[in-house]
C-alpha cells in the first residue's frame, strides 16, 4: 500500500511570525514518527524561511501553484524550478479557487503538472465537483473527466497524487457521506489506470474539504483515501498534527 499523504495548503495566510507553527509541526512529527508523509505548502513568500525551519525534519515543502514555463515574461508567476531552488519538493496544481479566479482549464493543470515533473517535484493534482454538479448526479462523470484531461501519460514516469476536493465542501465545513466519499475515490482510481497505469494505480488520492481532527479519522479509513489536502486546519501545529496522527 502507498505511504499516506497529508499536505497542508496555507493559502495566502501566514506572515513571519507564523513560521513558529511550521517549527512546532515539525517537532510533533519528530516525536510522534507517522506513518504518513506531511507537507507543508506555504505562500510563496515564505517558503525559502520555511524550507530552513523545516530542513533535516520529517516535514517536505510544496508551492501552491506553479507556471508551466520554467522563465520569462511572466510578472507575478513563479516556476516550478523556482520552487525547487526554494527547497520544495512538491506542488499543488489545479486547486479549485485557482481554476475558478484565474480560469485555468484542465489543459493548463496538465501543463502545469508536466512542468512540475520536468522540474522533479511532485504534482498534486486537484479535481472536484460543484454542488451544482453534485445534485445534477454529475459529481463522478465530472472529476473522472478532470482526471482524463489533467493526468497526460507522460506523468506514468514519476510519482504524483491527486486531491478530490469537493468545491463545495471547501472551506464550509461540509463534506460528502463517507460512501460518496468511497464512491468518487474508486471512481478516481479507475480513471487514473486508464490515464497512468501503473503509477496511476499507486497514486495517493487524497480528500480535501473541511478535512479538521474530527472528522479526520473516519475520512482517512475509507477505502482508497490515501490521505488529505488540509486547508484551515493547517494553519496551527496542533491542528494539524491531530489530523497527522490519526493517518
Ligand atoms: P479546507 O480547505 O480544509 O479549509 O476546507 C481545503 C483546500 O482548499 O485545500
Given at each position: ?16 511570525a ?46 501552491q ?66 454542488r ?7 459529481a ?19 510519482p ?34 486508464d ?5 496511476g ?47
Amino acid at each position: 500500500m502507498t505511504t499516506p499523504l497529508i499536505a497542508g495548503n496555507w493559502k495566502m495566510n501566514g506572515l513571519a511570525a507564523d513560521l513558529g507553527q511550521a517549527r512546532a509541526l515539525a517537532a510533533g512529527i519528530g516525536a510522534a514518527s507517522p506513518s504518513a508523509r506531511v507537507v507543508l505548502c506555504p505562500p510563496a513568500t515564505l517558503l525559502a524561511r520555511m524550507a530552513d525551519v523545516l530542513s533535516g525534519t520529517l516535514v517536505l515543502l510544496g508551492g501552491q501553484d506553479c507556471h508551466d514555463q520554467p522563465s520569462g515574461a511572466f510578472t507575478g508567476d513563479i516556476s516550478a524550478e523556482m520552487l525547487v531552488d526554494a527547497g520544495a519538493s512538491m506542488v499543488i496544481v489545479g486547486h479549485s479557487e485557482r481554476r475558478a479566479a484565474y480560469g485555468e482549464t484542465d489543459a493548463k493543470v496538465a501543463a502545469k503538472a508536466l512542468a512540475a515533473r520536468r522540474a522533479g517535484l511532485e504534482p498534486i493534482i486537484c479535481v472536484g465537483e460543484s454542488r451544482a454538479e453534485r445534485d445534477a448526479g454529475r459529481a463522478i462523470e465530472v472529476i473522472c473527466g478532470q482526471v482524463a484531461g489533467c493526468v497526460a501519460s507522460a506523468l506514468a514516469a514519476g510519482p504524483f497524487a491527486i486531491a478530490y476536493e469537493p468545491i463545495w465542501a471547501i472551506g464550509a465545513g461540509l463534506t460528502p457521506t463517507p460512501a460518496e466519499i468511497a464512491e468518487a475515490h474508486a471512481a478516481l482510481r479507475c480513471a487514473l489506470i486508464d490515464c497512468a497505469g501503473e503509477q496511476g494505480a499507486a497514486a495517493p488520492i487524497l480528500y480535501g474539504g473541511s478535512v479538521k481532527s474530527e472528522n479526520a479519522a473516519e475520512i482517512l479509513a475509507i477505502a482508497e483515501v490515501g490521505g488529505a489536502l488540509v486547508g484551515g486546519a493547517s494553519l496551527k501545529a496542533a491542528d494539524f498534527l491531530a489530523i497527522v496522527s490519526v493517518a
